[in-house]
């Protein structure tokens, strides 16, 4: 039998009221939380440790599997997000820790990594490029948290990213290294560290930058007649992915740079229909009502 007093209430005039069970009162407090919303979460922190692994491998020189471990973190960043929203568990905790997750995956491992690789050969500007880089992710998922909450967004802007998102911005910032140990086998001299400099700011630029990129949100509805195709392109991808990684992986990044000039395009068409849409909802009179 517990001993621990009962709590009493007391009323704004001090009258006593009822008295309330102490444990009884303390255990409301705990209350269980469904797998649909710890399920993304437990994703979220298994792309942050595989970011965070991705750092020791990169200070111990082993940099492929660096890569595989930044790569493996945007996949499952990928995926959190999507399934979040498949089992409506999405949280603003979620949504917090993933972006905490995000600048560690994306932002602090990658720069360490180009610079443990190469850029450290020119010290100053190498460290200056890796810093660069990572405040340019974290004010992008930054401008991202603001962004989501505007409620006066159109409806086609969820077809586009404002800036390069910070997973692609991870995955094209290490073009140099794919190139290097793809069969390509770009030499690292200290000619070529100055251009993955400039590459590397450039790639920062982006991510800061408000050039819009398709954000392939809608990939994730397929027709059911493409089903079998794309089941089977996806398998297809994920085959090579794991046979030739870096071959792939500079495939992939030069696909997607190759594809900014027509998210750009793109954009603008949907930003000048809303215009002219707009303009003639203004310009149309509104129709005569009448009086019975």
């Not at 621990?4 to 407090?29: C, M, N, Q, S």
């Not at 692609?168 to 100055?194: D, E, K, N």
């Not at 991510?207 to 996806?234: A, C, D, N, T, W």
Request: neutral net charge.
């Amino acid at each position: 039998m517990s001993t621990e007093p009962d709590e009493v209430e007391i009323d704004g005039a001090g009258h006593t009221l009822a008295a309330a069970p102490a444990i009884g009162r303390r255990r409301k407090r705990f209350s269980r939380l469904p797998m649909r919303i710890v399920l993304p979460n437990l994703v979220t922190l298994l792309a942050l440790c595989l970011g965070l692994t991705s750092i020791r491998f990169a200070a111990e020189g082993r940099f492929e599997t660096a890569v595989v471990f930044i790569v493996a973190a945007a996949i499952l960043d990928g995926l959190d997000g999507r399934l979040a929203r498949a089992l409506d568990g999405s949280t603003r905790f979620g949504a917090e820790l993933d972006s905490l997750a995000d600048f560690v995956d994306f932002g602090v491992a990658p720069g360490l990594l180009l610079y443990f690789w190469s850029l450290s050969e020119i010290k100053s500007f190498g460290w200056f490029a890796a810093m660069v880089f990572a405040i340019a992710c974290a004010l992008r998922l930054a401008r991202f948290n603001v962004m989501i909450d505007d409620p006066d967004k159109p409806a086609w802007n969820a077809h586009f990213f404002v800036g390069m998102p910070a997973p692609a911005g991870a995955i094209v910032s290490m073009l140099p290294i794919y190139l290097h140990y793809s069969v390509a086998g770009l030499p690292s001299t200290h000619l070529l560290v100055a251009v993955e400099i400039a590459y590397v700011l450039l790639v920062a630029f982006l991510m800061v930058s408000r050039i819009p990129h398709f954000s392939g949100k809608q990939i994730g509805r397929v027709p059911r007649e493409y089903f079998i195709p794309v089941l089977f392109g996806v398998a297809a991808l994920i085959l090579l992915l794991a046979t030739f990684p870096m071959e792939v992986l500079v495939a992939l990044s030069l696909a997607y740079l190759g594809l900014i000039p027509f998210s750009y395009r793109s954009y603008q068409a949907y930003q000048r229909a809303g215009e002219a849409e707009a303009a003639a909802a203004v310009a149309t009179p509104p129709a005569p009502t009448f009086q019975g």
